[in-house]
């Protein structure tokens, strides 16, 4: 019955319309009246202890960098990289958006912001070199949602805060993971654009690609920083983030300089406007979180799966199957926090790593962001490509199924995931 009551007033409030913040407040009060624990403090308090957290003061920090990254032409330089090291090549400018994809995740954590940075700037490109525009927008979507995965990651920052798995390790074991997906798109890419007659640009001198490489250093400083800062415990990942917020307005401002001080001001409002949403969202999964945890609605769970028990990774292919069909309805932040508290009693008594967990779930989730109808990276290319729905979910196809045979690669082989991630932890 406490199941029904969590589902059926989740999934009503979201038909509705109801804004997920609001629903999930919607689900909390639900609870307390079947438990008969109404108590408008309860809500207030645990609204307050969700907000209050020193891990989550990485989101506004990354958040902000991010910003100052594509107003301060750290992300440009990152593309032109890519552009000197592959862009002459048969279907070069798909691999530079690619490689432009991993480079940027390793600075911002954000798909949305990278996704919608580099379909602005590559799209116009590609579509002028003779590729189609679809699949063209379908590739940078599907890279965009690398950014989660490859620190420094928001989806890792928020898991962690929600179940209490060090973000650090969840940092260091998604490197990997993030890069096999490059790798997977790269390897679909080649075979589809064989099919294509486009027009391929000039190869670059070495002095060129000397110039871009010397040009691009300071951008590429940033993930070596954070992942040596993080690997020899130099910093945490809270610090981490401020430090990416300072080196990336430093270098915007002092080395490049196309980040004027009076434009500062609309950087800040734009990062603490996204802030603000993923903020919030958590402040109320707590008070929901809290009442799962009362009314031991991941016991009536952990019974579901019980027959799955005894073989981590049958167990580990229904949850994966469970989070694809979530993230098809559901935003990634959302679905994480609803989740977590759920899933990870069930992940923790069938002797799971719930590092290894977190990897696997944050790639579901990613995966979420470009699957229809609410695929946010898929609706924000879409929007900046001018395309219409169904013909990005196209063009997205192949390199999602690739993405997915990824995902399905590391549940059947957790040491993918377990070794690299022992290696970079130290």
């Known amino acids: 019955m406490t199941l029904t009551i969590f589902l059926g007033t989740l999934l009503g409030g979201m038909a509705l319309g109801i804004p997920i913040a609001f629903a999930l407040l919607l689900v909390a009060v639900a609870l307390m009246l079947h438990l008969d624990l109404f108590d408008a403090q309860i809500i207030a308090q645990n609204l307050l202890n969700g907000a209050d957290s020193f891990p989550l003061m990485a989101v506004p920090f990354f958040m902000l960098a991010g910003e100052i990254m594509n107003a301060g032409g750290l992300s440009k330089r990152i593309v032109n990289i890519a552009m000197a090291l592959v862009g002459h090549k048969r279907g070069g400018l798909g691999y530079v958006a690619i490689i432009a994809s991993c480079l940027l995740a390793s600075l911002s954590g954000s798909a949305v912001a990278d996704a919608a940075a580099l379909a602005a700037l590559l799209v116009p490109m590609m579509v002028r070199a003779g590729h189609s525009r679809s699949r063209s927008a379908g590739l940078i979507a599907a890279g965009g949602i690398i950014a989660p995965i490859i620190p420094p990651s928001i ?5 962690g805060v929600a179940s209490g798995v060090s973000i650090s390790k969840l940092f260091m074991a998604g490197i990997v993971p993030g890069l096999l997906l490059g790798l997977a798109l790269a390897i679909v890419w080649w075979f589809v654009s064989r099919t294509e007659n486009v027009e391929m640009p000039p190869k670059r001198s070495r002095k060129e690609v ?11 400083g940033l993930p070596v920083i954070i992942i040596v800062g993080l690997k020899f415990g130099i910093f945490t990942p809270t610090e981490a983030a401020v430090v990416a917020a300072v080196y990336s307005l430093f270098v915007a401002v002092v080395i490049y300089r196309e980040l004027k001080v009076s434009e500062l001001y609309e950087v800040i409002i734009s990062a603490a406007r996204t802030t603000s949403v993923v903020m919030f969202l958590v402040a109320a999964a707590m008070v929901s979180s809290w009442l799962v945890n009362i009314a031991d609605l991941p016991g009536q769970l952990a019974g579901l799966l019980e027959p799955f028990m005894d073989n981590p990774t049958t167990l580990l292919l229904v949850i994966m199957l469970l989070i694809v069909l979530v993230g098809m309805v559901m935003d990634m932040t959302p679905a994480i ?9 069930a992940v923790t008594q069938a002797g799971i790593d719930p590092v290894y967990f977190g990897v696997l779930f944050i790639i579901n989730t990613s995966i979420g962001l470009i699957t229809p109808p609410v695929g946010t990276v898929l609706n924000v290319v879409c929007g900046v490509s001018k395309l219409k729905m169904e013909e990005i979910v196209r063009g997205v196809g192949p390199f999602l199924i690739a993405q997915l045979i990824v995902l399905f690669l590391l549940v059947l082989f957790p040491e993918l995931v377990t070794v690299p991630m022992k290696f970079f932890a130290g």
């Open 155 to 159: 989806g890792f920052i928020v898991f």
């Open 210 to 220: 000397l110039r871009a490489l010397l040009d691009g250093s300071w951008a590429m």
């Open 337 to 345: 926090l609803i989740l977590t508290p759920v899933l990870m009693p």
